[in-house]
């Protein structure tokens, strides 16, 4: 975890596997960096190589976590690996995700012949 660039925002970096394994883990280290912001926490996903339900699992944990009231969460997410996922759970829609890789911000479209 880091400092953000701006006072009370928290940068929480996550790289690897998200799955049932980690989960634990996962949710430990984000309740540690909600409860060191008092606005803004970026949840950064760019170095997430597999991102299963237990990692969807989180993100709704996180959003419905009492320390989360009042604070904003942010996702960088620059892979299909994550918002692949989040486009198919309907999550994409409802958090605020940046840095989104090309053509995830809608269905793919069939090759025009």
Same mark, same amino acid.
């Given at each position: 975890?880091?400092?953000?660039? *701006?006072?009370?925002? %928290?940068?929480?970096?996550?790289?690897?596997m +998200?799955?049932?394994?980690?989960?634990?883990?996962?949710?430990? !280290?984000?309740l540690?960096?909600?409860?060191?912001?008092?606005?803004?926490?970026t +949840?950064d996903?760019?170095g #997430? !190589?597999?991102? &299963?339900? $237990?990692? /969807?699992?989180?993100? #709704?944990?996180? &959003?419905?976590?009492? *320390?989360?009231?009042?604070?904003h969460v942010r #996702? /960088? $997410?620059?892979?299909? /690996? %994550? !918002?692949?996922?989040? *486009?198919?759970?309907g999550?994409?829609?409802?958090?605020? /995700?940046?840095?989104?890789?090309?053509?995830?911000? &809608?269905? *793919?479209?069939?090759?025009?012949?």
């Open positions: 975890m880091a400092k953000g660039p *701006e006072p009370g925002h %928290v940068v929480a970096a996550v790289t690897g +998200l799955d049932a394994a980690s989960n634990p883990l996962l949710q430990n !280290t984000l540690r960096a909600l409860r060191r912001t008092d606005r803004l926490l +949840l996903l760019s #997430v !190589t597999f991102f &299963g339900s $237990a990692g /969807v699992t989180a993100l #709704v944990w996180l &959003g419905q976590h009492p *320390e989360a009231a009042g604070k #996702v /960088v $997410a620059t892979s299909r /690996v %994550v !918002t692949g996922p989040l *486009e198919l759970t999550l994409l829609d409802r958090l605020d /995700v940046s840095g989104m890789p090309t053509g995830a911000d &809608g269905p *793919e479209q069939p090759p025009r012949r």
